[in-house]
Structure formats: structure tokens, C-alpha cells
T-cell receptor
Framework: ETGVTQTPRHLVMGMTNKKSLKCEQH?????MYWYKQSAKKPLELMFV???????ENNSVPSRFSPECPNSSHLFLHLHTLQPEDSALYLC?????????????FGPGTRLTVL | QQQVKQSPQSLIVQKGGISIINCAYE??????FPWYQQFPGKGPALLIA?????SEKKEGRFTISFNKSAKQFSLHIMDSQPGDSATYFC?????????????FGRGTSLIVHP
């Protein structure tokens, strides 16, 4: 595997379910991100982890719970979601500390909440 | 919230034509301006980027024009090809805690007709 991988690619869940999204990066980066992508809206940054420490939480509802056990893996735990949470959830990684941070994105998980 | 305004929302051009996408920003602290390209079923990928110390950057058929005084920048795709059909996102970022976390525009869906 190369780059940034995400599983599952598609997920359908009910509002009472609990599920987790997984992201793995094979680039040796130290920063990982979760974004939400909805139609006709800008990419919304949800969480940032830098060297496994959470450095950003953009007022994300508590029904989204991130976990970063190491610099290569990032999870997004989901519970009691709402239909408006249906979106494409993108994971990205970057190598901070340089003169620019190129974000390397995974293919995303298409989430549908019924 | 800091904003990056992108237009048009959608664009249709004929093969061989020029595609132009415009973005405007507000925060003068932004000092890195990347463009990302996203194909269906894929995550965004860095296409080209510019810093405000230059007014233009060209890579192959893709050119960024930057107007610092107007706080505007644009992507020009010369000799547009059907394979360029994708969604394009402009972004702007500034260093924060050692990282450059981008603020994205809403995206432009480009269709190039053969």
C-alpha cells in the first residue's frame, strides 16, 4: 500500500449505530487530518493531529470522536449520528515544519446516515 | 471564519480552450496558495502552488496568476483536455504552530467537452 488509505470506502449506518472510520498513511508524515466534504460546500477541517497530539478541533460535535494511536493511523469513531452528517470523510497527512505543507489525501469514506 | 471565495461553481469548456478559475481571500497573513484537483472517487491532490513573492507560476499547461494587492489568484488551464475534467479547489494557508493548514474554496467543477 502506498500513500493514504481509508477504510471502509462506503458506509451506511443508522442513527443509533456505532462505527469507526480508519485511515493509514504510508508516507512517514507526522500530521494527520480529518475533513468533511459535503456537496457545494468547502472542505471542512474537523481534527488535526500533530505527532499524535490533537492540535485542532474545529467545534466538531461530540458524536465524532477521533483517535490517533500513532503517527501512521487515525480513526474517527462515530455514534448517534444525524442524517446531515452524511458526507464524504477525507483523511489527509502532511509533514509539518517545512515552508509549506502539502496535504496528501486518501480516497475518502462515503458515509450515509439513515 | 477565514474565507476563500472561489468562482465559478461550475465551468464547461471545449477541448483546446482555456479554463479560468478565480479565488479571492481576506486574510493578509496567508502566504501559501495551493490548488488541488479532485477526480470522482479520489481525494484531492496538489496540482500547483504559489507564494505571494511571485505574480505567476507555470507548470506545463497550468498557470497560477497572483495579485497580492487585490488579494486574488487564479488558475489558468491552457489547451484544456477532457482528462482535465475534475473538481478544482483553491486554498490559502499561513503558518500556525509549525503547520500550514489550508482554508479551502468551495470548488469548481470543470467539464471539458471533446
Amino acid at each position: 500500500e502506498t500513500g493514504v488509505t481509508q477504510t471502509p470506502r462506503h458506509l451506511v449506518m443508522g442513527m443509533t449505530n456505532k462505527k469507526s472510520l480508519k485511515c493509514e498513511q504510508h508516507l512517514g508524515h507526522n500530521a494527520m487530518y480529518w475533513y468533511k466534504q459535503s456537496a457545494k460546500k468547502p472542505l471542512e477541517l474537523m481534527f488535526v493531529y500533530n505527532f499524535k497530539e490533537q492540535t485542532e478541533n474545529n467545534s466538531v460535535p461530540s458524536r465524532f470522536s477521533p483517535e490517533c494511536p500513532n503517527s501512521s493511523h487515525l480513526f474517527l469513531h462515530l455514534h448517534t449520528l444525524q442524517p446531515e452528517d452524511s458526507a464524504l470523510y477525507l483523511c489527509a497527512s502532511s509533514q509539518p515544519g517545512g515552508s509549506s505543507d502539502t496535504q496528501y489525501f486518501g480516497p475518502g469514506t462515503r458515509l450515509t446516515v439513515l | 471564519q477565514q474565507q476563500v471565495k472561489q468562482s465559478p461553481q461550475s465551468l464547461i469548456v471545449q477541448k483546446g480552450g482555456i479554463s479560468i478559475i478565480n479565488c479571492a481571500y481576506e486574510n493578509t497573513a496567508f502566504d501559501y496558495f495551493p490548488w488541488y484537483q479532485q477526480f470522482p472517487g479520489k481525494g484531492p491532490a496538489l496540482l500547483i502552488a504559489i507564494r505571494p513573492d511571485v505574480s505567476e507560476k507555470k507548470e506545463g499547461r497550468f498557470t497560477i496568476s497572483f495579485n497580492k494587492s487585490a488579494k486574488q489568484f487564479s488558475l489558468h488551464i491552457m489547451d484544456s483536455q477532457p482528462g482535465d475534467s475534475a473538481t478544482y479547489f483553491c486554498a490559502a494557508s499561513a503558518a500556525s504552530g509549525g503547520s500550514y493548514i489550508p482554508t479551502f474554496g468551495r470548488g469548481t467543477s470543470l467539464i471539458v467537452h471533446p
